[in-house]
């Protein structure tokens, strides 16, 4: 068979590499792996070659080519040079970009080669098992002879036949496999780099060009759905040929609208008019360079002026709460009525005054965002578990009414205070000014105020906490339930300067959250949320062992006192439990005693008092508190305890440790308070029993503190030093933002605004992320100086629009607080402040003119002290400073003269704006609205070429904040035009204000630049004619 075949004198003819034939000629087929794997290894060699044109043997070409009358399905091979090489060739001007280059068609040309030789390969297999057949029909003939001859020689020539059709299927079978597979390998090699070329050639847009222009519509050409497609298409290119529109004319007409357009609002924005009275006025403008450091030192000395003027007033109030309690006695059957906040003006059915509910006078006040207060007296407030009349309460509330003059006197020395108060340990809260309480639906009052940051934190140093909670069998029902609350409310009284851990211990140790194993974490409110979760998850069982739970605790502790980690003041144990029956002294004697760096305070769950005497052992043994806890209405009061035992050291040596807290609102107290004043932070001090019969005990009285607006805070850093997007921000010594403009506290559900969960513990990283390396926000928590530039990324326009910026950060601290400062200035405008010089009467008098405002939220001049000054909007104090009608009030002079100089040289935007007005035609011009700009310095003149009842958005310039000047930012158009050239104009579409979801109008703005010595600075910006229905300006 194998010589009818001539395998062996046809092979020595062919190339080495071919797989194919090696494979069909070994006895053996090897696996259909072995032989596929080095046939796609030698197509991807050919598609490695360099492009050149393949060199066939003709004698090999002529061994695999079969010819057409033999095999009619078989197409003979191109030749080397082919037809995309050919027409490529025709096309020698294109050749880049329509067609494969002459290389890239050799390089198919290879490929296709080596597909039709694999073709040819098939062929041939298909030819040697049609052999098979001839061979069978001999053996057929042969077998009847062989029935005749010796069983031996039957047997033998059976086996050599069964033999011969079993290799000559694997071999015919693995030759068909390798055949099929190397084809489809370069048919998708051939296909890959033809699809690669077509979609890098124009040759799509050439085609499609070419069937769009086709005469008629290409009906039946192509498939249905192509069909269709074609069909609307010549539709559209005969319509387009009907009415001969061409692309130059399109083009005409948008050259033609654009010129137009330019000239409308050019014209009704006088934005050349201004150009030039700017050009006029150079040789007398001065632009500044600003020196960043400079300016954030300068800020964060006025800013550390301010936060002293609170701590004094402070310190004021704890010397006369101390010096009141000195000379107090207590008495404990003293009857003293007092102003009760809840109670104030509530009568009876028979009107009159309930008991402690005596009149109260309550008036609005600007300066408390039209609260109804008292600015003469402070009043009482307590919880609803605190009884109002009992003797601790009422000697406690009697003793701080010296406390009124005091609250008084320092809101007249300093105008800028907001509520004073005083936080007893007893449970009453004294408020100045004071104010009526609602309690909520359920007349429950649940503000204490020994829960809230400020007095923990005055109340406490830092501290390090392990809370141990027993989940052993015994803890089920009610005790685990208690218990689970006892860690909330320990959680409840942590800060951001204390650290915490919880164990959980039953037959073994195991840390509530395993990725905290063996260290302590910062308490923020993330962690303790986290904390709380995973405590409600808790379930009792099994066996408590406490003395490996102490050994863990000590050990945690013990490292971290070790390595300065930590808060490195306090450090106590908490423990949670039942009961402990085993031997635990030896703990306390190996990690604690003598010394008793750390304080243990145990927690008793239950009313059984077996165990009673041996947790009570373990705390006063190690400088703790004991306490049983038997229902939750227990739980506040008794966990409370443990802070009065971490303050005697404090109390004991008198350290009246000023604290300052994170920003926060305290909705709880202000419910009704604007968002204004919602975000604060509070300064507060602790305050100590003097008594010498009770000072070697510790006793703390209370802490008094007063609340610092963060806006307020930032008013001395002005909007106008900062630059068109240049802004100031606070930090704290824990990285977390303070005041930040990109910091959103609130969120909205429904129609009420409510605070987000963890508005106070956002982190630097968070709202600046392009400091990747932490650079920024490492240097603020240390308290450093220095600046750094970043490329930012900058979202405007409730983010549906980005600004590319390069910002410069300039950061410092501000002394006596764990605060740091941090200006930010934009590369360009915020380099530079534009200086202007004029007269008084004659910037006066154009100040006057009706179509000018300033930005109220700027501080031009102060009037929030003197309370006549209170209803003047900021343009009324300029002009009452300038007239001298208001002799006393305090300006800022360099933002005064720089709005006077302004108003000066856009003084004659009136006249041109009112004459163009009266002249206006409604047939070409009538979509135009109005026209307006505003000025570096927060001035916004404006002029209506419409009735004011037919402007598409009367928000615009009053209440929409994202077009007017604020504390935060300039208007959005504003700060859009300055990232653009002078002259070149903005063009904004605001789809909220629109029905059917198209704009009612077009926002456009320009801006207005002064050059003096190689310097540029901004000194307006236009919006022309907003265009109602077509172009809108500024």
């Known amino acids: 068979m194998a010589k009818s075949l001539e ?16 494979d069909i000629n070994q006895e053996k087929s090897p696996p259909l792996s072995l032989t596929f794997v080095p046939a796609i290894m030698d197509i991807k060699e050919s598609w490695d070659k360099s492009s050149t044109s393949l060199q066939i043997p003709r004698q090999v070409e002529n061994h695999y080519r079969t010819h057409i009358t033999d095999t009619s399905f078989l197409i003979k091979h191109p030749l080397p040079n082919s037809i995309i090489v050919q027409s490529n060739q025709s096309r020698a001007g294109n050749r880049s970009s329509v067609t494969p280059t002459n290389k890239e068609g050799r390089k198919l040309d290879v490929l296709v080669c080596h597909l039709y030789l694999v073709a040819s390969f098939v062929i041939r297999v298909s030819n040697y098992q049609a052999t098979m057949g001839a061979y069978h029909r001999l053996w057929n003939k042969i077998l009847p002879i062989l029935q005749t001859t010796p069983e031996d020689v039957r047997t033998a020539a059976l086996n050599i036949h069964l033999e011969a059709i079993t290799l000559a299927k694997q071999q015919h ?27 890098s050639s124009r040759i799509m847009n050439d085609a499609r060009t070419c069937i769009e222009e086709l005469p008629f519509d290409g009906a039946g050409l192509f498939n249905e759905k ?40 050019t014209k009704y924005s006088g934005s050349l008019l201004l150009q030039k009275k700017y050009k006029d006025v150079e040789p007398t403008l001065k632009i500044k360079e600003v020196d960043g450091l400079e300016l954030v030192k300068k800020f964060s000395e006025e800013m550390e002026s301010m936060l002293r003027r609170k701590v004094e007033a402070v310190e004021r109030l704890v010397e006369a709460a101390e010096d009141a309690d000195l000379y107090h006695e207590f008495n404990s059957s003293l009857e003293f009525d007092y102003y009760n906040a809840v109670l104030i003006n509530e009568k009876d059915e028979n009107d009159n005054y309930v008991e402690l509910g005596n009149e109260f006078v309550l008036e609005p006040n ?81 503000f204490d105020c020994r829960n809230r940051g400020w007095y923990i934190q005055a109340a406490t140093s830092p501290k390090d906490i392990v809370i141990i909670v027993d989940i052993s069998g015994s803890m089920k029902g009610l005790r685990l339930t208690i218990a689970k609350h006892t860690v909330v409310t320990i959680l409840d009284t942590l800060g951001e300067n204390d650290f915490v851990n919880i164990i959980a211990y039953n037959d073994y140790v195991h840390y509530v959250e395993s990725c905290f194993k063996g260290i302590l974490v910062q308490a923020d409110r993330d962690n303790r949320e986290h904390f709380k979760q995973l405590v409600d998850e808790l379930q009792a069982k099994g066996v408590g062992t406490v003395n490996k739970a102490l050994t863990e605790a000590f ?41 008793r760096k750390v304080r243990v305070f145990t927690y008793l ?138 910091l959103r506290p609130l969120y909205k559900e429904g129609k009420k605004l409510k605070p987000k969960p963890n508005y106070n513990s956002v982190d630097l990283s968070e709202v600046e992320w392009e400091d990747l390396d932490e650079t920024l926000r490492t240097a603020m928590i240390n308290g450093e100086t220095g600046y750094l530039s970043m490329d930012v990324k900058v979202p405007v326009d409730k983010g549906k629009r980005v600004l590319f910026l390069t910002n410069d950060y300039f950061y410092t601290d501000i002394s006596g607080t764990p605060f740091s400062l941090g200006v930010v200035l934009s590369r360009g405008h915020g380099e530079y402040i534009l200086l202007g010089n004029t007269s008084v009467e004659e910037g006066l008098h154009d100040l006057l003119q009706p179509d000018i405002t300033l930005a109220n939220e700027w501080i031009y001049c102060i009037t929030d002290i003197d309370p006549g000054h209170r209803k003047l909007s900021q343009l009324e104090a300029v002009i009452r400073f300038l007239t001298g009608e208001e002799a006393d ?146």
């Not at 597979?181 to 699809?195: E, F, M, N, P």
């Not at 928000?955 to 504390?967: G, H, R, V």
């Open 555 to 595: 050990r945690i502790l013990m490292e971290f006192r070790s390595a300065g980690q930590g808060g490195l003041c306090n450090q106590a144990i908490m423990l949670i439990t039942d009961g402990a029956m085993e031997d635990y002294k030896y703990v306390f004697e190996k990690f604690n005693w003598p010394d």
């Open 173 to 199: 079978l693995a030759a068909h496999h390798i055949a099929d597979a190397a084809s489809k390998s370069l048919v998708s090699s051939i296909t890959l780099r033809q699809h690669a070329w077509v979609r």
């Open 605 to 742: 769950i239950g009313r059984e008092v077996s165990f009673a005497q041996n947790v009570k052992w373990i705390a006063c043994n190690n400088k703790g508190y004991y306490t049983q806890i038997s229902t939750l209405a227990d739980v506040q009061e008794n966990v409370m305890e443990y802070l009065h035992v971490l303050s005697r050291p404090m109390v004991i040596n008198h350290d009246h440790d000023i604290i300052w807290t994170e920003a926060y609102m305290d909705s709880a107290l202000f419910a009704s308070q604007a968002q204004s004043l919602l975000l604060m932070t509070t300064v507060a001090m602790p305050v100590f029993s003097k008594k010498n019969e009770t000072r070697s005990h510790g006793i703390l009285l209370g802490v008094v503190g007063s609340d610092v607006p963060l806006r307020e805070l930032l008013k001395l850093a002005p909007r106008y030093k900062l630059g068109v997007h240049g802004y100031a921000f606070l930090n704290t010594n824990n990285g977390y933002i303070l005041s930040h403009p990109d």
């Open 889 to 1034: 009030l305090e300006c800022d002079e360099e933002l005064v003269q720089e709005v006077l100089f302004d108003a000066v040289v856009t003084a004659p935007m009136e006249a041109y704006w009112t004459t163009l007005a009266l002249n206006m035609s409604d047939e070409t011009e009538g979509g135009v609205e109005m026209a307006f700009m505003g000025t570096r310095a927060g001035l916004i003149r404006s002029s209506l070429y419409v009735g004011s009842e037919k402007v598409s958005n009367r928000k615009f310039l009053s209440s929409d904040k994202e077009s007017i000047f604020t504390m935060d930012h300039f208007p959005l158009w504003y700060r859009r035009a300055a990232e653009y050239p002078s002259g070149s104009f903005i063009y904004s579409f605001s789809f909220e204000e629109a029905s059917g979801g198209m704009p009612e109008a077009v926002t456009v703005s320009t801006s207005v630049t002064v050059t003096v010595g190689g310097k540029t600075g901004i000194a307006a910006v236009f919006h022309p004619p907003e265009i109602k229905g077509s172009v809108k300006a500024g």
């Open 7 to 22: 395998l062996d004198t046809e092979q020595s003819a062919l190339p080495k590499h071919d797989l194919i034939f090696e």
């Open 366 to 446: 600007e300066h408390f965002n039209n609260l109804l207060v008292n600015t003469t007296y402070s009043d009482i407030q307590l919880p609803t578990n605190v009884y109002n009349k009992d003797p601790a309460i009422l000697n406690g509330v009697y003793m701080s009414e010296a406390l009124n003059p005091i609250f008084v006197d320092n809101f007249e020395r300093d105008p800028t205070l907001t509520w004073q108060y005083f936080g007893s340990s007893t449970g009453f809260f004294r408020l100045y000014p004071g104010i009526k309480w609602t309690p909520d639906e359920n007349g429950v009052l649940s």
């Open 226 to 265: 192509t069909d269709y497609v074609m069909e609307n298409l010549h539709k559209i290119h005969k319509t387009a040929r009907l009415y001969a529109i061409q692309q130059p004319r399109v083009k005409s007409w948008a050259d033609a609208f654009g010129e137009d357009l330019y000239y409308i609002v």
